[in-house]
């Protein structure tokens, strides 16, 4: 098994391609250890010293790490935990619960603006961010507000304030008048 990495606009975050299928359909997030006890491979990677993150998507794992720690000195062993992961037929996820790419339902006066702007998202934003190793997940839609989520190497990214007012919000902004802003949340 040969497994890649990719840097990516966040320094704290590498981008894993194992060359398989890491997660079916969605994303998942584990912003902590704590977060982890439902990923066999989650648990693997954050046995790992200095790291403070994991997020799955179709084909990657992102790796976010501690400043205190080198990406020279935890890497290697985060290839050993992926590839021991993949190689011991432990499932990724332990039971069905793997995120759902953060479709929140919405329904009432906005219900239309809410399916253009999830439309979008999953259209040309999404797949953007993911290939940074990323994801940014719907959240809410408030009077011209929308509310979003960003997971894996987009959370805590130097660039994610930008990629949020200057992309997807002139994006937004764009296609659906009704919006005036977006917002990140914290979840």
């Known amino acids: 098994m040969f497994i890649q990495t990719e840097s ?3 320094p704290a975050t590498l981008k894993f391609l194992p060359g398989q299928t890491v997660l079916d ?21 954050f046995s790992v010293a200095g790291v403070t993150g994991v997020f799955f998507g179709n084909d990657f794992v992102t790796v976010t790490k501690s400043d205190e720690v080198e990406w020279d000195h935890v890497k290697p062993s985060i290839l050993g935990a992926i590839m021991e992961h993949f190689q011991s037929g432990q499932p990724v996820i ?3 619960g793997a995120g759902a790419g953060g ?7 906005d219900a239309e603006i809410v399916g253009q702007i999830k439309d979008l998202l999953d259209t040309r934003v999404r797949p ?3 290939q940074d190793g990323g994801d940014i997940t719907f959240h809410g839609f408030d009077r011209g507000v929308v509310y979003l989520h960003m997971q894996g190497a987009c959370a805590g990214c130097p660039s994610s304030t930008l ?17 005036v802003e977006v917002r990140p949340v914290a979840v």
């Open 163 to 179: 990629t949020l007012k200057m992309g997807i919000e002139n994006l937004l902004r764009h296609y659906i008048p009704e919006v």
């Open 8 to 10: 990516t606009p966040n």
């Open 94 to 96: 332990a039971e069905d």
């Open 25 to 45: 359909a969605g994303t998942a997030d584990f912003p902590s250890s704590d977060a982890a006890d439902r990923s066999p491979l989650a648990s693997r990677i």
């Open 128 to 130: 953007a961010v993911a």
């Open 103 to 109: 479709h929140a339902e919405h329904s009432g006066e």
